[in-house]
């Protein structure tokens, strides 16, 4: 069992930054290809971004790219999303999940506002 704990969202104005970590317990971080998703009410959860086990391979929903980066610290078993040049757009709960095979686990999400 993998338990996860989001954190660092907030409210922003438009063109300003934010950075969400997502924190893992247990012992086999390094296995996990690690995902950021978002929802906004009445629309389906959105593949942000998620980077596999090497650290070395990403992929970005299009509307994010240039502007957010995922990454990872397999030391601290966290995993990152810099959010640049944040638009309301973006405004949205945030939500980390790992998967392994066929497993996934997903955090409670972190709220993130972006004003005009």
């Known amino acids: 069992q993998v338990q996860l704990v989001e954190s660092g969202g907030g409210l922003v104005q438009a063109g300003g930054s934010l950075r969400l970590s997502c924190v893992a317990s247990g012992r086999t971080f390094s296995n996990y290809v690690m995902y950021w998703f978002r929802q906004t009410t009445g629309k389906e959860r959105e593949t942000v971004a998620y980077?596999?086990?090497?650290?070395?391979?990403?992929y970005y929903v299009d509307s994010v790219k240039g502007r957010f980066t995922i990454s990872r610290d397999d030391a601290k078993n966290t995993v990152y999303l810099q959010m640049n040049s944040l638009k309301p757009e973006d405004t949205a709960i945030y939500y980390c999940?790992?998967?392994?095979?066929?497993?996934?686990?997903w955090g409670q999400g972190t709220q993130v506002t972006v004003s005009a």
């Open positions: 999940r790992a998967r392994i095979l066929s497993r996934m686990y």
């Open positions: 980077i596999d086990r090497t650290g070395r391979n990403t």
